[in-house]
Each structure stands twice: as C-alpha cells, then as structure tokens.
C-alpha cells in the first residue's frame, strides 16, 4: 500500500515548455486533488476532482489542466510553462466518508522550476 | 465561501513549554475541521481532525485541538512541547455542503521549538 505517489519528484522547465505531472492512489478513494505551495501562501487548490469522471476548478486553475484518467490517477498538465508556475506541486486524495475515515492524504510532492 | 485563518506566521516556544497554534474558520454548515504538519522538504501528514462529537480531539505525537463554536476556533495545542515539532503546520476546513468536498487551507504557522 503506496498511498499517494507522484511523479516526478523534481523537474526543471523552461518558459514556454509543457509537461504532465503525475499522481496516483492506491486507496481506493473518490476524491483526487491538486495544490501548489509556495511560500507564505500556503496551499492553494487548483483543480480537484470529486470522482471519476468529473473534475472542477479550484482557486488559481489558470495555466494547468488536469485529467482524472481512472479512479487511481489524476494528472496535471502545464501547457506553456511561466516563470509564475515555479512551486513546489502537491497531490492528495480523500475518502469522503464525512464520518470518521474522512481524510485527505498527500503525495510527497514535485518540485517544479521554470526558468 | 469557506476560509481558514492562521493568524500567525511563526510561533517560539522553549522545550518543554506549552504550545498553542492558532486557527479560526469561516464555513456554512457545520465544519469538518483538520491539522496537518509538513516537515521540511516532505508532503503533509495528516495530525487530527474534528468532524463531530466531543469539541477536543486527540491526535497524532501527542497534539489536541480544541473545536469552539462560538469563537469559530480550532486552535492546536501540546502540553509539553519538543524539539522534534518544529515544523509548518496547516489548519484546514471543509463541510457536508461545500461544493464538491473542496477542503481550504490556511497559509500556515512555523512553530519553532529552541532547546
């Protein structure tokens, strides 16, 4: 049992690059979710995907798109990489459960820098 | 709109000492309420969490936190604090009505523990 994994853990881009960054779960959860963390701002959601099949904008959703490709794995896609986009990528997922199993777990991270 | 406030950026505390991490919160409906610790370079880990039933909540390396109603309260707390839970702790709120099962994030507070 893995939990979150995420792929890859550090990726250097330059502006106007794309890549895709990985994540999956081995839990068997609805929920699916991307943050990014910088510093002083905490984390801050981008896209979540409640569960399979759907997927939603979070607070700062410009740049990226995402694709929950199955219950196990939800990827985040940067289109045309800016220096703004530089941050440290988070994937989590959650079992709504609403009662005592609800709890979101986190992958170990991507550090992403666009130069 | 759901919101977390973690009114302070960093918090000091000699070994030994009592610790409080503070959080407020601002939800529709009744909250489901969450503590997470990030170490330096990992993901979060997940510390406790009040959903329902009695207001203090006993979790993980020997935290509580404290759910007040009235004050909108969820504020961290350790007896006798150690070295070792110096980190960046994060304060997070989401509830049964929110869209979709978004859970927001406070900026977080470093708690910085000095021998």
């Known amino acids: 049992n893995a939990g979150v994994t995420q792929t890859p853990k550090f990726q250097v881009l330059k502006t106007g690059q794309s890549m895709t960054l990985q994540c999956a779960q081995d839990m068997n959860h609805n929920s699916m979710y991307w943050y990014r963390q910088d510093p002083g701002m905490g984390l801050r959601l981008i896209y979540y995907?409640?569960?399979?099949?759907?997927?939603d904008k979070g607070e700062v959703p410009n740049g990226y798109n995402v694709s929950r490709l199955n219950k196990r794995e939800f990827s985040l896609r940067l289109e045309s990489a800016a220096p703004s986009q530089t941050s440290v990528y988070f994937c989590?997922?959650?079992?709504?459960?609403?009662?005592?199993?609800?709890?979101?777990?986190f992958g170990p991270g991507t550090r992403l820098t666009v130069l | 709109a759901q919101s977390v406030a973690q009114p302070e950026d960093q918090v000091n505390v000699a070994e030994g000492n009592p610790l409080t991490v503070k959080c407020t919160y601002s939800v529709s409906g009744n909250p489901y309420l969450f503590w997470y610790v990030q170490y330096p370079n990992r993901g979060l880990q997940f510390l406790l969490k009040?959903?329902?039933?009695?207001?203090l909540v006993k979790g993980s390396y020997g935290f509580e936190a404290e759910f007040n109603k009235s004050q909108t309260s969820f504020h961290l707390k350790k007896p006798s604090a150690l070295v070792s839970d110096s980190a960046l702790y994060f304060c997070a709120v989401t509830s049964p009505r929110s869209s979709a099962s978004k859970i927001i994030f406070g900026s977080g507070t470093r708690l910085s523990i000095r021998p």
């Open positions: 989590a997922s959650r079992d709504l459960g609403g009662g005592p199993t609800d709890t979101q777990y």
């Open positions: 995907s409640a569960s399979e099949g759907t997927t």
């Open positions: 009040y959903i329902t039933g009695d207001n």
